[in-house]
């Protein structure tokens, strides 16, 4: 059996060798580094995919979010509403640029904003909403649109793990993940789904107007050479980057696809465990599953951790995603976050582990790593 990893990115190395090869040295060749060709192609490229108008790269899903936040004008004081169970940078960024986190709930079963808990926390100061689709699902975003409408708030979609990933409207209608509320950012970061071989990320918006700012931002603020209106950064996507992102983009539907596979796999192999819960699907999305994660329906100490240590022992990569929720993290705490209580994300933080889950699996890999998970319980 070959090595089992929790991503395989040298096997898909091997597959588009030529191309990938071919696409770095053509840039070295160039030497355009900065801003050259590629960088242009692919956000074409990638707008066309998305069916978005615009599409700004830049440095990390991380800055994504930080232009996002500074190109809506956002004030310090002003509240963000973000899910606590998320990866730190969604919320990280808010309090860098003095803006008030404001955790919140997620649903049980999609661990995705819970809507009523949306609803319940926002006070005049509320000025954004930042969904995080999570694992590869997307938020009931309708719902979160509709709150949003009611309040006026802008909606910042953190789609770092939910790239290709499709929302069904009640209407029928069908947009990208990431392309429905005012902003949409994600990552390139190499384990991503749309990974590149370094950092990379990126910003959507249907707003022209908004999408003059964002790119102004990443920037450092400038209207035209020299002339610097606003306060920016300098964030901006490598064109090898870019370059390798143009290939792996063409195989982006392809390898979704197998991850479902991978998926449907486990999920036929746990169905009916009582304590074992694999990832719901709610039917207003397709997930494009960045992440396996099961829940340990059980309250049994220590039986989430004790499964960890026996896959690693038998050389099964798995991770807890994420171990500390926002509102539990110590960077947060002059922001009020100690008697914050959300009892799901507290409980979901505590039965949570993710199984390996990429285009590369075989079934001999599936089958050694389900006969053990479901094995512990016996
Ligand atoms: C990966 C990730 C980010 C940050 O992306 P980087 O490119 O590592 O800065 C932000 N939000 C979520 C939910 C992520 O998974």
Redesign the pocket.
Known sequence: MRPIQMVDLKTEYQRLKTDIDTAVINVIDSAAFINGKPVQEFSKALSSYLDVKHVIPCA??????QIAMMALGLKPGDEVITPSF??I??TEVVALLNLKPVFVEVDKQTFNIDVESLRKAITPKTKAIVP?H?YGQTCDMEAVMQVAKEYNLAVIE?N??SIGGDYYFSDGSVKKAGTIGTIG?T???PA?NLGAYG???AIFTNDDALAQRIMMTANHGQSKRYYHDVVGCNSRLDTIQAAILNIRLQHLDANINARIKVADFYDAAFKGHAIIQSPFRAKNNRHVF?QYTLILNSDKIGLRDGLSAYLSEKKIPNMIYYPVPGHRQKMFESFGTKGVDLPVTDWLTERVISLPIHPEMDNEQLEFITENVLGYFK
Request: proline share 0%.
């Open positions: 990390n899903g991380t800055d994504a979010l998320t990866y940078a969604t995080v999570l953190d770092a793990q950012t990552s390139f970061y991503k950092d990379g990320g960045h």
